[in-house]
């Protein structure tokens, strides 16, 4: 599949230059499945790594370094992180073969994934499960995930707040907590800020520093860090799908193959055998 767009940091940058010091990009997968979660992956940069920027203010100086371990859906994290660029590093730069996971075969995002886990100053991926789904609608539930994944990116970058419900890691660690003064910005796909209409709703996760959100339309086309955090969050939820399909009761329903998507095969099992406890019920199956 061709690759016609590379993405770029230049909103990033531009985003920094707003006087924000970390940029954390979102991007969703699993909105249109029939089973299993959705997921939104977080890619976090430090400002100062773009090259140009003193620093944050008031905090630690850390360095990019080894990447962290994944967790489960229960919310088991990883090593502590940070993740800054000090003197003498250079600027950051686009990882090499990173593009819209879309436009991306599956190989290939897991052959990249390891090396954009690395290039992340800290990443994460928040999930919402099929009953959050069916219980409050897909567009509060992937606003809950997104702000899972920023509360434990925050974590892994050392500004506090509690674990999380998804999978994380990060690059270095800052060596202690930041100051709650550090300012957040946020690049979301799409047109839609689901994730400030969710912030300090009863279900949703204590973030410690909101991030304020910036909607980029196509923005797993044109933003590294959006870019970055799609095939993050695409790659954790396939082979999630791939673990669960492997199963005997979910054996039937081909998630290996589909993802849970809608597939022939997959809305024939559903006819055949009724839906799964994995299913979101509140859709239409078949």
Known sequence: MAVSVI??????RAIAEQG????????EVGRG??????????????????????????????????SGESGDLDGAGAEAAGGAGGAGV??????????????????????IFDELEQW???WAVGAASNTEIDEWGISYALGVAALRALAEVERKLGVGGA???????SAGSAGGTLPKSLKIGAILDGPNDYITKALNTFDAPDVPIPADVTCKVK???????????????????????VELAAQPQYAPYEWANNK???????????????????????????
């Open 7 to 12: 993405p770029t940091l230049d909103l990033e």
């Open 20 to 27: 924000y010091d970390v940029i954390v990009g979102f991007d």
């Open 33 to 66: 499945s029939l089973a299993g979660p959705v997921m939104v992956g977080a890619a976090a940069i430090w400002a100062r790594d773009l090259g140009g920027f003193s620093g944050v203010r008031g905090g630690e100086s850390g360095g990019r370094g080894e």
């Open 90 to 111: 250079a600027p950051l730069e686009v990882p090499k073969g990173v593009a819209d996971s879309k436009m991306l075969t599956e190989r290939k995002r897991e052959a």
């Open 120 to 122: 992340c100053a800290a």
């Open 163 to 169: 674990g999380s419900v998804g999978f994380s890691g």
């Open 219 to 241: 923005g797993d086309r044109h933003c590294a860090t959006v870019a970055t955090a799609a095939v993050i969050a695409k790659v954790t939820r396939d082979r999630l799908m």
């Open 260 to 286: 849970g998507y809608g597939s022939v095969a997959h809305r024939e099992a559903i006819a055949a055998y009724g839906p799964s406890d994995l299913h979101r019920l509140s859709w239409h199956l078949v």
